[in-house]
């Protein structure tokens, strides 16, 4: 059956979108200087913006209500949503592998609006590539397990006092286990990364050094072995992938919605140029809609998803370095927000998997289905 | 179409000295040349750490300001500063000062060259990146995807190469520009999340793509 995509019609989706847009103004106007200090967030923790994403939960929603409410708040600032104190990224993963205490024990340790939470997958050496992860869950007299390896790139990961980490207790396929883990820690080094962009996501390195995990710790327990590790993670990246175009997508609108007012007067050509950019940006939008709804249906299919999310993030990088030229040279030294929204821009592009591999999933998803028909 | 703007002889030496020295060092030359470097309307470009008082001349919303014409602020820009240029704002010491500027074709051909040497270095170092990278016991540098962006990136530095010994126009210069961007970036993505690190040497490609955005007049301007 098609999803049916007209999603505007629908009146709670409509409120949280206009609530979302209520955000977007105070996320922008702090958005440079959590971009040049990243590491100085207590000016803006008690900030109409930021109490209003955590008031959302975008991430504990469903996905199509995520998917519009982050194209909201993205159109005020990504880098400013992925800033924001609360369960984040490890908030899906805990939702699709935890059990209800579980989900306390995260909800409890952001709950106040003034901590962060990590979901450490990807490692210097195999990127987000879940089936050659490295870092290891040792058993443990004491503890039942110790974490052991270095992940790279993880939102949050320096200042994070909760999160998840993804590791293997052996070789096998369903040797992959997620565990929820705190800290500070004697055995856990963090080191925040200095990134081109999306500065306010704190991307970090984490180094654990035989951290100890608990068997409350392991998610996945009350599930079947096969449902513990990939079939986990595997949904929670198709749920994830949609976050990601959803944030491309804002950023996008956010660089239109700003060339189109930083002049009064455009030439015909230029009007052309500026609603072929919007009819490009609506595109994307309708299909990272229909991409959450596709999830929301069944997590386990992500064929839209990494569609949407390679879509997204290309549209990203296009409308941000084209559309600032519009405004003459110079437009992006300028205007600091035009520059830093094309740095984030390329962010997306990395986050839960290059375009290569969301091509790679989308060409065998549809050879898949193109060989059960055939037979 | 009109004369050939630069010769290859110098396209080919400016490729070098920046695949060797950087971003830096080829902007170096190209100010060294004597020739004006050109501004954004509210007078702000990136030139190379240092390198603002050897600029002859600026070109600043419409006018060209020899050096003694014009006052120099340096502006704080923390990427740029990793690449070893500065963002400055370039004023006239006197208002009306200078003559009307006379185009900067021949700069941003020459930026051409610059950034042609870029990417032949961070193709280099992208190769060298995916021989170490294995999926599947391989090197990624055998897969077909990367080796798909490996020979457009190369066909489309080739086809750059010639095209600047031809182009004449500002159009054909700023189409040229939007094409080594994109060819910059799909060779960034090679080098997955360590490319969007400060760090990494691929910060140059980021950095180039801000100087064409204060050198380089659009085409939409233009025309």
Same mark, same amino acid.
């Given at each position: 059956?098609?999803?049916?995509?007209?999603?505007?019609?629908?009146?709670?989706?409509?409120?949280?979108?206009?609530?979302?847009?209520?955000?977007?103004?105070?996320?922008?106007?702090?958005?440079?200087?959590?971009?040049?200090?990243?590491?100085?967030?207590?000016?803006?923790?008690?900030?109409?913006?930021?109490?209003?994403?955590?008031?959302?939960?975008?991430?504990?929603?469903?996905?199509?209500?995520?998917?519009?409410?982050?194209?909201?708040?993205?159109?005020?600032?990504?880098?400013?949503?992925?800033?924001?104190?609360?369960?984040?990224?490890?908030?899906?993963?805990?939702?699709?592998?935890?059990?209800?205490?579980?989900?306390?024990?995260?909800?409890?340790?952001?709950?106040?609006?003034?901590? !962060?939470?990590?979901?450490?997958?990807?490692?210097?050496?195999?990127?987000?590539?879940?089936?050659?992860?490295?870092?290891?869950?040792?058993?443990?007299?004491?503890?039942?397990?110790?974490?052991?390896?270095?992940?790279?790139?993880?939102?949050?990961?320096?200042?994070?006092?909760?999160?998840?980490?993804?590791?293997?207790?052996?070789?096998?396929?369903?040797?992959?286990?997620?565990?929820?883990?705190?800290?500070?820690?004697?055995?856990?080094?963090?080191?925040?990364?200095?990134?081109?962009?999306?500065?306010?996501?704190?991307?970090?390195?984490?180094?654990?050094?035989?951290?100890?995990?608990?068997?409350?710790?392991?998610?996945?327990?009350?599930?079947?072995?096969?449902?513990?590790?990939?079939?986990?993670?595997?949904?929670?990246?198709?749920?994830?992938?949609?976050?990601?175009?959803?944030?491309?997508?804002?950023?996008?609108?956010?660089?239109?919605?700003?060339?189109?007012?930083?002049?009064?007067? !455009?030439?015909?050509?230029?009007?052309?140029?500026?609603?072929?950019?919007?009819?490009?940006?609506?595109?994307?939008?309708?299909?990272?809609?229909?991409?959450?709804?596709?999830?929301?249906?069944?997590?386990?299919?992500?064929?839209?998803?990494?569609?949407?999310?390679?879509?997204?993030?290309?549209?990203?990088?296009?409308?941000?370095?084209?559309?600032?030229?519009?405004?003459?040279?110079?437009?992006?030294?300028?205007?600091?927000?035009?520059?830093?929204? !094309?740095?984030?821009?390329?962010?997306?592009?990395?986050?839960?998997?290059?375009?290569?591999?969301?091509?790679?999933?989308?060409?065998?998803?549809?050879?898949?289905?193109?060989?059960?028909?055939?037979? | 179409?009109?004369?050939?703007?630069?010769?290859?002889?110098?396209?080919?030496?400016?490729?070098?000295?920046?695949?060797?020295?950087?971003?830096?060092?080829?902007?170096?030359?190209?100010?060294?040349?004597?020739?004006?470097?050109?501004?954004?309307?509210?007078?702000?470009?990136?030139?190379?750490?240092?390198?603002?008082?050897?600029?002859?001349?600026?070109?600043?919303?419409?006018?060209?300001?020899?050096?003694?014409?014009?006052?120099?602020?340096?502006?704080?820009?923390?990427?740029?500063?990793?690449?070893?240029?500065?963002?400055?704002?370039?004023?006239?010491?006197?208002?009306?000062?200078?003559?009307?500027?006379?185009?900067?074709?021949?700069?941003?051909?020459?930026? &051409?060259?610059?950034?042609?040497?870029?990417?032949?270095?961070?193709?280099?170092?992208?190769?060298?990146?995916?021989?170490?990278?294995?999926?599947?016991?391989?090197?990624?540098?055998?897969?077909?995807?990367?080796?798909?962006?490996?020979?457009?990136?190369?066909?489309?530095?080739?086809?750059?190469?010639?095209?600047?010994?031809?182009?004449?126009?500002?159009?054909?210069?700023?189409?040229?520009?939007?094409?080594?961007?994109?060819?910059?970036?799909?060779?960034?993505?090679?080098?997955?999340?360590?490319?969007?690190?400060?760090?990494?040497?691929?910060?140059?490609?980021? &950095?180039?793509?801000?100087?064409?955005?204060?050198?380089? &007049?659009?085409?939409?301007?233009?025309?």
């Amino acid at each position: 059956m098609q999803p049916n995509y007209e999603v505007d019609e629908v009146a709670e989706i409509q409120a949280l979108r206009e609530e979302a847009r209520g955000y977007a103004a105070d996320l922008r106007a702090r958005a440079l200087a959590v971009d040049a200090e990243p590491g100085r967030m207590r000016p803006h923790l008690d900030s109409p913006g930021l109490l209003g994403i955590q008031r959302l939960q975008p991430v504990l929603s469903s996905t199509l209500k995520t998917a519009v409410v982050l194209i909201e708040l993205a159109k005020g600032d990504a880098g400013m949503v992925l800033a924001c104190p609360g369960p984040a990224l490890a908030g899906v993963l805990v939702r699709v592998l935890g059990n209800e205490e579980q989900n306390t024990r995260l909800a409890t340790a952001v709950a106040g609006g003034r901590t !962060w939470a990590f979901l450490a997958i990807t490692e210097p050496q195999t990127g987000s590539d879940v089936t050659r992860l490295r870092t290891e869950l040792r058993p443990d007299d004491e503890h039942g397990h110790r974490l052991h390896g270095v992940k790279r790139y993880i939102g949050n990961g320096s200042r994070g006092t909760i999160g998840v980490v993804l590791a293997r207790t052996g070789p096998s396929p369903l040797s992959l286990r997620a565990a929820l883990v705190e800290a500070p820690a004697a055995e856990l080094r963090t080191q925040a990364l200095d990134m081109i962009g999306l500065r306010g996501a704190r991307i970090s390195e984490m180094t654990f050094d035989g951290l100890p995990v608990g068997p409350d710790d392991l998610l996945g327990a009350h599930l079947s072995p096969l449902r513990r590790g990939m079939w986990g993670v595997r949904q929670a990246f198709n749920t994830v992938r949609v976050h990601v175009a959803a944030m491309a997508v804002g950023t996008a609108m956010a660089v239109h919605d700003y060339v189109r007012a930083a002049r009064r007067q !455009w030439t015909r050509t230029e009007r052309a140029d500026l609603e072929a950019a919007m009819a490009d940006i609506e595109a994307v939008r309708r299909l990272t809609h229909r991409a959450a709804m596709e999830v929301d249906a069944n997590r386990e299919r992500g064929y839209q998803a990494s569609m949407a999310k390679l879509a997204a993030s290309e549209l990203a990088v296009r409308i941000s370095r084209n559309l600032p030229r519009m405004l003459g040279p110079g437009a992006l030294l300028e205007h600091p927000l035009l520059e830093k929204w !094309w740095r984030d821009s390329c962010a997306f592009e990395f986050m839960e998997g290059t375009g290569h591999i969301q091509r790679l999933h989308v060409a065998q998803d549809y050879l898949k289905r193109d060989n059960a028909r055939a037979s | 179409m009109g004369a050939p703007l630069v010769h290859e002889i110098i396209v080919d030496e400016l490729v070098a000295v920046t695949r060797a020295g950087g971003l830096a060092a080829g902007l170096r030359r190209i100010v060294d040349c004597g020739l004006p470097v050109p501004c954004a309307g509210s007078g702000r470009t990136l030139v190379p750490a240092g390198a603002a008082g050897r600029v002859v001349a600026w070109h600043v919303a419409g006018a060209e300001l020899t050096a003694h014409q014009a006052a120099v602020r340096v502006l704080p820009h923390p990427l740029a500063s990793t690449e070893g240029l500065e963002l400055i704002e370039v004023t006239a010491t006197q208002p009306g000062a200078g003559r009307p500027a006379s185009g900067s074709l021949m700069v941003n051909a020459l930026l &051409v060259a610059v950034r042609l040497g870029l990417i032949a270095a961070m193709l280099d170092l992208a190769v060298c990146h995916l021989r170490g990278r294995r999926v599947e016991g391989l090197p990624l540098a055998l897969k077909q995807l990367p080796q798909s962006t490996i020979a457009d990136a190369l066909a489309s530095a080739e086809l750059c190469r010639y095209a600047v010994l031809t182009a004449a126009s500002a159009t054909a210069l700023d189409a040229l520009h939007t094409r080594l961007g994109t060819t910059g970036w799909s060779l960034t993505i090679l080098f997955g999340g360590s490319g969007y690190l400060r760090s990494h040497p691929a910060r140059c490609l980021y &950095v180039a793509e801000l100087v064409r955005d204060a050198w380089v &007049v659009p085409a939409t301007v233009d025309s």
